[in-house]
């Protein structure tokens, strides 16, 4: 089976597992399952969000990423799936990926075929990030928003979702210690809750 059908078959079947961390065995819903000993505040209010998560129909295909700006309030520089928060506007968590995918990177929405969403990952920052899955022709020209995308680039799908690239690493934030991924290739290093939806995905896949 290559590895769009897997990916197809994953978002298309109701039936298969949803991720599971490796370690703990609850469902890894974002970064409070990485780190044992801490939790969301019971009163913490979080912010809608979605990412699109665009992969490229061909033999290899590859993961669409953008490298944020330096300038940017919230997680400046860090690597990042196009997308943003919901908007009152959006119909829902798909419209919200595509809307921020064309304004980021001037991906047409009329060239992602949507396969479906993930559950959504909550993020120590006060976001559910709810991960549109899609599909995206390979060879396609964009354009980054100078204000927010300092680089779009690609990582090869296989390389990201293959287990043996997941690196768990631990630091400390806001005077806790805390254990996140990293996805290394080339020059990038994918980590946090972009690395942490990849690692989501790829324990979904068949």
């Known amino acids: 089976m290559t590895t769009l059908a897997r990916l197809r078959q994953a978002m298309h079947d109701p039936a298969l597992p949803q ?3 490796g370690t703990t065995g609850a469902g890894y819903r974002g970064d409070w399952d990485v780190t044992s000993n801490s939790a969301p505040q019971p ?13 490229t129909d ?3 295909p590859q993961l669409l990423l953008t490298r944020r700006t330096t300038t940017m309030r919230r997680h400046p ?4 799936f196009p997308g943003g928060r919901i908007d009152p506007g959006d119909a829902d968590a798909v419209a919200a990926a595509l809307r921020e995918a064309e304004e980021e990177v001037a991906l047409a929405r009329g060239d992602v075929e949507v396969l479906g969403t993930l559950d959504p990952y909550e993020t120590g920052t ?6 549109v899955v899609g599909i995206v022709p ?8 100078a204000r927010e995308v300092a680089e779009v680039f690609h990582v090869p799908f296989a390389h990201a979702i293959d287990p043996a690239n997941h690196e ?10 805390r254990r996140y991924y990293v996805i290394r290739h080339d020059r990038h290093e994918i980590w946090g809750a972009t690395a942490g939806i990849i690692v989501n995905l790829s324990r979904r896949l068949p």
């Not at 009163?43 to 992969?55: E, K, R």
């Not at 520089?77 to 990042?80: I, K, L, R, S």
């Not at 768990?168 to 210690?177: F, H, K, M, N, S």
Request: glycine share 10%.
């Open 19 to 21: 991720a599971v961390h």
């Open 77 to 80: 520089g860090q690597v990042a």
């Open 43 to 55: 009163d913490m209010a979080l912010t809608p969000a979605a990412v699109l998560i665009a992969v």
């Open 138 to 145: 390979p060879g396609l020209l964009f354009t980054p928003q």
């Open 168 to 177: 768990l690493r631990q630091g400390e934030w806001q005077g806790q210690a």
């Open 58 to 60: 061909e033999a290899e």
């Open 126 to 131: 006060g976001f559910s990030i709810a991960p």
